[in-house]
Nanobody, 116 residues
Framework: QAQLAESGGGWVQPGGSLKLDCTVS????????MSWWRQAPGKQRELIAA???????NYADSVKGRFTISRDSAKNMLYLQMNNLKSEDTAVYYC??????????WGQGTQVTVSS
């Protein structure tokens, strides 16, 4: 059974940086597509970045050029480096693991607040 746990959220001023970590266990990490999602108050959860084990990555236009997703197969870890944060990046951020024919797995989420 997949277990995902995010950490690294918090408060930061506009223009600042944060790095989120996701610890993954219970699944063959390299076989899964790993992704970061976020959900702002009153909005739907949205996909912001995804990475597969061959190094390929994809980003939502809203974070492209500011956020970087990475994964470490040796540690079963997923990361999200967030730079030049904006107030509109305020949300709960979720780590997720997906593979064909299996339910998507989620972490519990970590709050990121960007304000002055």
């Amino acid at each position: 059974q997949a277990q995902l746990a995010e950490s690294g959220g918090g408060w930061v001023q506009p223009g600042g940086s944060l790095k989120l970590d996701c610890t993954v266990s219970g699944i063959p990490f390299d076989a899964y597509i790993m992704s970061w999602w976020r959900q702002a108050p009153g909005k739907q959860r949205e996909l912001i970045a995804a990475a597969i084990s061959d190094g390929s990555t994809n980003y939502a236009d809203s974070v492209k050029g500011r956020f970087t997703i990475s994964r470490d197969s040796a540690k079963n870890m997923l990361y999200l480096q967030m730079n030049n944060l904006k107030s509109e990046d305020t949300a709960v951020y979720y780590c997720s693991a997906s593979i064909v024919n299996r339910p998507r797995a989620w972490g519990q989420g970590t709050q990121v607040t960007v304000s002055s």
